[in-house]
């Protein structure tokens, strides 16, 4: 009898899943489940190139011409609502189930969204590229753009929407803009890349509310000044998709828990992506990378134990990039607070740098701006540093 | 043909960039000269920037790998070939001859 694996989450994590057990020789049946209407595309682009108008839907579809040859099943449109452990079974929205031998959790995250904010035209979230479509329309009429939250996506609106011509407020509860993944020194030199291209940054304060009827008009913050606005953008982090899975026995915390090598708690059930806290043996916890290059590599690895195959665990060194006013951000590494950052090339004030983050002066981490060539030296000798568990 | 630069000036394992229509990234590999476009075909990165591992370059910011013999990407994200260039090395200089591939058909 021919097997079936249902992998539910068609984006980045779970295309990467159905690829990556086709490449480990699985020859059944592969069921791709996702809610929504597009096949799968790249997302990064949707705050950067797509908003700018530079990127067609085309442009960012993740699909290549040779996975044609992958013989999926897919399932758009459709919602996963249920897991049933003991039969293995997905439970859809239209009342239907697929019954699998294996399960590949890959349902990815959503925006967090502001209190208050519903059913006020003229405020957006960016996750989907729906949402980037509805932003950039609306972005086309508008004058003053006010974005909540200076993390990924605000900084990345922020510098796409300037480059539109738009006068821009970001706000942000913290002193410091970024400085959970890159510590407050660095957060302070991407502070400097908002007042460098005319952005008012303004740190340290909360917003209070929303102001307007039917359409957003102005934001209120905590210390009563009123930002006129005619488009919000909320970008306040986001939330793993897995409250379909709450009675499903699959452990979950901020994601679902999974071993180093993607197992959950639950035999023939694996989680890949946004979706995932994985166990992390250097940060001795779970981890949820919410960055791309872990959901485009962490599957092979999931699959590979799905399929029963060994293999020492993977001890991957997280990286990322961010494009931000035409500087190009790459970190990778794990950086915790405490480590000591030192610029080993260039000069923060010029935008040039690379920065090391050492830790009893060892180096963990290394963050590059405008500096790809020395960047990628540096990742690839953490690489090599980092022992392979087994 | 483009003057790159010297042969003394591109020791094996290093790569440089050479602005043309489209600019060219040109590699050593243990003495052996290959070019290459030098705009990663999946987005904007320089990948005379990008990892060089045997006959193979790693693009510096998604990491798809491209053979520098015929400009194949092994993998995901990009999905199309670099354009391949001739190189040819005269009197000490390392050239590149634009719109050739390396196998001498333009
Ligand atoms: C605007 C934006 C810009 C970004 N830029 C960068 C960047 O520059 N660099 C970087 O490293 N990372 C970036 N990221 C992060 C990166 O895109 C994510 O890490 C990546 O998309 C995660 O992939 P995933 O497949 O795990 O999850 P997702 O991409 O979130 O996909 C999950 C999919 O599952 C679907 N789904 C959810 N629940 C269900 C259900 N119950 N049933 C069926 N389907 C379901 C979702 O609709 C979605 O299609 C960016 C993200 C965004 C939103
Ligand atoms: N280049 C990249 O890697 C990239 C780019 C875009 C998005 N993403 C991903 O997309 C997801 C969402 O990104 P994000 O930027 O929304 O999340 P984030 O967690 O990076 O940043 C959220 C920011 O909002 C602030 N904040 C929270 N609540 C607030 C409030 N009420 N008022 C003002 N500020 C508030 C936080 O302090 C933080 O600085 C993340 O998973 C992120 O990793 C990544
Ligand atoms: S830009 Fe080269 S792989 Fe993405």
Redesign the interface.
Known sequence: MSSTIAVVGASLAGLSAARALRDQSYDGRIVVIGDEVHAPYDRPPLSKEFLAGTASPEDIALGAPDDEDLGLEWRLQTTAVGLDHLSRTVLLHDGTEVRADGVVLATGARARRLPGSEGLDGVHVLRSLDDAIALREDLAAAGRLVVIGAGFIGAEVAATARKLGLEVTVVETQPVPLAGPLGADMGAVCAGLHADHGTRLLTGTGVARLLGTGRVEAVELTDGTRLPADVVVVGIGATPNIEWLAHSGVALGNGVLTDARGATNTPGVVAVGDCAAAWSATAERHVRIEHWTNALEQPATAVATLLGAGGPVPTPVPYFWSDQYGARIQFAGSRREGDVARVVEGSCDDRSFLVVYERDGQPVAVLGMNQPRLFTRWRRQLRAAVPTAS | MIPVCPTTALPPGEATRVEADEPIAVFNVDGEFYAIDDTCTH?D??L????LDGCTV?C????SCFDLRTGKVSG??A?TPVRTHQVVVQDGMVYVQAGTTADGIA
């Open positions: 987005q990165a320089s005379a920037d990008g990892w790693e510096p910011l998604h990491a995901p994200p999905k």
